[in-house]
C-alpha cells in the first residue's frame, strides 16, 4: 500500500497514464454505484473501488471482483456529474491487474476473455464454436448450455469451422505490440 | 444509395438474421450495401476489457480499410462493432500516444473520415417518410418495446445520441410503420452483454427484468438492435423462471415485416421464442 499518488508507479499514476483522466476527479457522489445494473452481485460498490485507488490501497483494488463484474454497459460513464469515465477506469485497472499477473478472483471472466481474444489472434474474426470450447477446456464448465447446441447447429447459427480473415498479418502486428 | 457495410462477426454466426433480414429490407428500401472487404473483428469486449491498445488497433483496422475503400459511410448493425468503431474513430481523432503508435504500425495511416453509422441512423438515411410510404402491412395490433441497451447510446459525447436516458429514435421508426411504441422503464438498461458465458446467472437476471417490464407496460413484441441483446432476451428466455414469453425481433426483421417481407426470408423462424404470437398480428391492409 501506497499514500503517494502522484508517481506512475502507483496504481493511480498508472490509470492515469491509460486514461487521460484523475482518479481525484471523483468526488464520491455514489451516483455511478447507485445505477449500476450488476452493483448487487459486486463485493466492492464501483465508486469504492476508485476510492481505493485514491487512496493507495492499490491492492484492495486490484485484487477486487468489481472490475471484473462490471459489464461494461457506461450507464456510470454516462451519469457521473464529474465526467469520470468509470467504465475506462475500470477497463485500465483489469488491464494493470493483468500486466501485474495479479491472481484475480473472477478467473472465468478472465478465461473468457483469453478465449474470445485467442480466435480473433488466429483468424482474424470472433469464432463462437472454438471460444466455447476453449473456455468449457479451461474452466471446465462442460456441460453448460449443451442443450442449447443442437438447436443451434440445425438454425445454422453454430459454425463448427472459424469464418477467416484472408489477410491476417495486420491482426498479428497489433497483437505482437501487446506481448 | 449505396453504403459500406460491415456486418461483424455475430451476424453469421448467432446473430445471422439480422444479417439476413437487413438485406432483405436494404433491398426494398433501395438501399445498396458494398460489404468491407475483408474486414477484421472490432476486437469486441474482451479486448477493451483487458487491452486499451489492442481494442483501438483492432477497430482501426477496419477504419482504414474503409479509407482505402473511399467509403463515406459504413454502416455497422451489431451495436457492439458500432461502439468500438465510433471510440476507436474519436481516439484516432484526438492524436493520443495509442492513436500514433496505431498509425506506426500502419503505414503512418492516422485518419478515419469514414462516418460509422448504425441501424437506426441508417434507416433514417433511406428516409421514414419512404419507409411509410412502403409499408404494406397494418401493424395496427402491435405494441412494442424499442429496446436500445447500452452500446447504441453510450458513451453519450461520442454517439450523440438523441438521449441518453429516453431516446426515441426508435419509436419513431415504429410508429412510421404504424405500430404502436409502448412507453417502458427499461429501454436503456443493460442486458449483461458479454457476461452470458462467465455469469449467465447475471445475464438471466438482468434480461428477465428487462422482459418483466417490458410486459408489464403492454408490449407483445420487444424490438432490438444488437444480437447480444437479442441472444440474451431471445435465447436465454428459456433460463427465466415465471415470465411471459414474448417475441424479440430485431428492427431490421420489424421493419421487414411492415413492408411485407415473408417471415421465413427475414430469418424469424430461427429465434428460441416463437415469434408466431406477432406473426399473427401481422394483417394485410385493407
Given at each position: 500500500?501506497?499514500?503517494?499518488?502522484?508517481?506512475?508507479?502507483?496504481?493511480?499514476?498508472?490509470?492515469?497514464?491509460?486514461?487521460?483522466?484523475?482518479?481525484?476527479?471523483?468526488?464520491?457522489?455514489?451516483?455511478?454505484?447507485?445505477?449500476?445494473?450488476?452493483?448487487?452481485?459486486?463485493?466492492?460498490?464501483?465508486?469504492?473501488?476508485?476510492?481505493?485507488?485514491?487512496?493507495?490501497?492499490?491492492?484492495?483494488?486490484?485484487?477486487?471482483?468489481?472490475?471484473?463484474?462490471?459489464?461494461?454497459?457506461?450507464?456510470?460513464?454516462?451519469?457521473?456529474?464529474?465526467?469520470?469515465?468509470?467504465?475506462?477506469?475500470?477497463?485500465?485497472?483489469?488491464?494493470?491487474?493483468?500486466?501485474?499477473?495479479?491472481?484475480?478472483?473472477?478467473?472465468?471472466?478472465?478465461?473468457?476473455?483469453?478465449?474470445?481474444?485467442?480466435?480473433?489472434?488466429?483468424?482474424?474474426?470472433?469464432?463462437?464454436?472454438?471460444?466455447?470450447?476453449?473456455?468449457?477446456?479451461?474452466?471446465?464448465?462442460?456441460?453448460?448450455?449443451?442443450?442449447?447446441?443442437?438447436?443451434?447447429?440445425?438454425?445454422?447459427?453454430?459454425?463448427?469451422?472459424?469464418?477467416?480473415?484472408?489477410?491476417?498479418?495486420?491482426?498479428?502486428?497489433?497483437?505482437?505490440?501487446?506481448? | 444509395?449505396?453504403?459500406?457495410?460491415?456486418?461483424?462477426?455475430?451476424?453469421?454466426?448467432?446473430?445471422?438474421?439480422?444479417?439476413?433480414?437487413?438485406?432483405?429490407?436494404?433491398?426494398?428500401?433501395?438501399?445498396?450495401?458494398?460489404?468491407?472487404?475483408?474486414?477484421?473483428?472490432?476486437?469486441?469486449?474482451?479486448?477493451?476489457?483487458?487491452?486499451?491498445?489492442?481494442?483501438?488497433?483492432?477497430?482501426?483496422?477496419?477504419?482504414?480499410?474503409?479509407?482505402?475503400?473511399?467509403?463515406?459511410?459504413?454502416?455497422?448493425?451489431?451495436?457492439?462493432?458500432?461502439?468500438?468503431?465510433?471510440?476507436?474513430?474519436?481516439?484516432?481523432?484526438?492524436?493520443?500516444?495509442?492513436?500514433?503508435?496505431?498509425?506506426?504500425?500502419?503505414?503512418?495511416?492516422?485518419?478515419?473520415?469514414?462516418?460509422?453509422?448504425?441501424?437506426?441512423?441508417?434507416?433514417?438515411?433511406?428516409?421514414?417518410?419512404?419507409?411509410?410510404?412502403?409499408?404494406?402491412?397494418?401493424?395496427?395490433?402491435i405494441?412494442a418495446a424499442?429496446?436500445?441497451?447500452?452500446?447504441?447510446?453510450?458513451?453519450?459525447?461520442?454517439?450523440?445520441?438523441?438521449?441518453?436516458?429516453?431516446?426515441?429514435?426508435?419509436?419513431?421508426?415504429?410508429?412510421?410503420?404504424?405500430?404502436?411504441?409502448?412507453?417502458?422503464?427499461?429501454?436503456?438498461?443493460?442486458?449483461?452483454?458479454?457476461?452470458?458465458?462467465?455469469?449467465?446467472?447475471?445475464?438471466?437476471?438482468?434480461?428477465?427484468?428487462?422482459?418483466?417490464?417490458?410486459?408489464?407496460?403492454?408490449a407483445n413484441v420487444i424490438i432490438?438492435?444488437?444480437?447480444?441483446?437479442?441472444?440474451?432476451?431471445?435465447?436465454?428466455?428459456?433460463?427465466?423462471?415465471?415470465?411471459?414469453?414474448i417475441p424479440?425481433l430485431?428492427?431490421?426483421?420489424f421493419?421487414?415485416?411492415?413492408?411485407?417481407?415473408?417471415?421465413?426470408?427475414?430469418?424469424?423462424?430461427?429465434?428460441?421464442?416463437?415469434?408466431?404470437?406477432i406473426?399473427?398480428?401481422?394483417?394485410?391492409?385493407?
Amino acid at each position: 500500500m501506497h499514500a503517494h499518488n502522484t508517481h506512475v508507479e502507483t496504481l493511480a499514476g498508472k490509470i492515469e497514464e491509460l486514461t487521460s483522466q484523475s482518479v481525484m476527479q471523483c468526488y464520491q457522489c455514489g451516483k455511478c454505484s447507485a445505477g449500476c445494473p450488476v452493483r448487487n452481485y459486486m463485493e466492492d460498490s464501483p465508486n469504492q473501488v476508485i476510492r481505493y485507488v485514491q487512496l493507495g490501497f492499490d491492492d484492495e483494488a486490484l485484487h477486487s471482483s468489481t472490475p471484473w463484474l462490471c459489464a461494461s454497459c457506461l450507464t456510470c460513464s454516462s451519469r457521473c456529474p464529474q465526467n469520470f469515465d468509470i467504465a475506462k477506469f475500470m477497463d485500465a485497472v483489469r488491464e494493470v491487474a493483468l500486466e501485474m499477473e495479479i491472481d484475480v478472483k473472477e478467473k472465468d471472466v478472465k478465461k473468457f476473455h483469453e478465449a474470445f481474444l485467442n480466435q480473433i489472434k488466429k483468424n482474424g474474426k470472433a469464432f463462437e464454436f472454438g471460444m466455447v470450447r476453449e473456455y468449457k477446456l479451461k474452466t471446465l464448465n462442460l456441460f453448460q448450455d449443451v442443450e442449447l447446441f443442437p438447436e443451434m447447429l440445425l438454425k445454422g447459427k453454430l459454425s463448427l469451422l472459424p469464418h477467416k480473415k484472408k489477410d491476417i498479418k495486420h491482426i498479428k502486428k497489433v497483437f505482437d505490440e501487446i506481448k | 444509395m449505396k453504403v459500406g457495410y460491415y456486418p461483424g462477426c455475430s451476424l453469421s454466426g448467432t446473430g445471422k438474421e439480422y444479417d439476413l433480414s437487413i438485406r432483405k429490407v436494404l433491398e426494398k428500401l433501395d438501399v445498396e450495401l458494398a460489404e468491407l472487404n475483408d474486414w477484421s473483428c472490432c476486437g469486441a469486449t474482451s479486448a477493451h476489457a483487458t487491452n486499451h491498445f489492442l481494442s483501438i488497433g483492432l477497430s482501426s483496422l477496419n477504419l482504414f480499410q474503409a479509407q482505402k475503400q473511399n467509403l463515406e459511410e459504413l454502416f455497422a448493425p451489431c451495436a457492439a462493432c458500432y461502439n468500438r468503431m465510433v471510440v476507436a474513430k474519436d481516439e484516432l481523432g484526438k492524436g493520443t500516444e495509442t492513436a500514433k503508435k496505431i498509425s506506426a504500425l500502419n503505414n503512418g495511416e492516422s485518419t478515419a473520415k469514414v462516418n460509422i453509422i448504425n441501424i437506426i441512423q441508417l434507416f433514417e438515411k433511406a428516409g421514414l417518410e419512404n419507409i411509410s410510404a412502403k409499408t404494406k402491412m397494418n401493424l395496427k395490433g402491435i405494441k412494442a418495446a424499442c429496446y436500445y441497451g447500452c452500446l447504441l447510446v453510450r458513451p453519450f459525447s461520442i454517439t450523440k445520441f438523441d438521449d441518453a436516458e429516453q431516446p426515441v429514435a426508435m419509436e419513431k421508426i415504429i410508429s412510421a410503420v404504424g405500430a404502436e411504441p409502448v412507453d417502458w422503464n427499461y429501454k436503456v438498461e443493460c442486458c449483461g452483454g458479454a457476461h452470458s458465458i462467465a455469469h449467465k446467472e447475471i445475464v438471466v437476471d438482468l434480461s428477465k427484468k428487462i422482459i418483466d417490464d417490458a410486459v408489464k407496460h403492454g408490449a407483445n413484441v420487444i424490438i432490438v438492435a444488437c444480437p447480444m441483446c437479442h441472444s440474451n432476451l431471445d435465447m436465454r428466455q428459456r433460463a427465466m423462471k415465471d415470465t411471459a414469453a414474448i417475441p424479440v425481433l430485431y428492427l431490421s426483421e420489424f421493419v421487414g415485416l411492415a413492408l411485407g417481407i415473408d417471415s421465413k426470408e427475414l430469418g424469424m423462424n430461427l429465434h428460441f421464442t416463437s415469434t408466431e404470437p406477432i406473426l399473427e398480428k401481422v394483417l394485410v391492409k385493407e
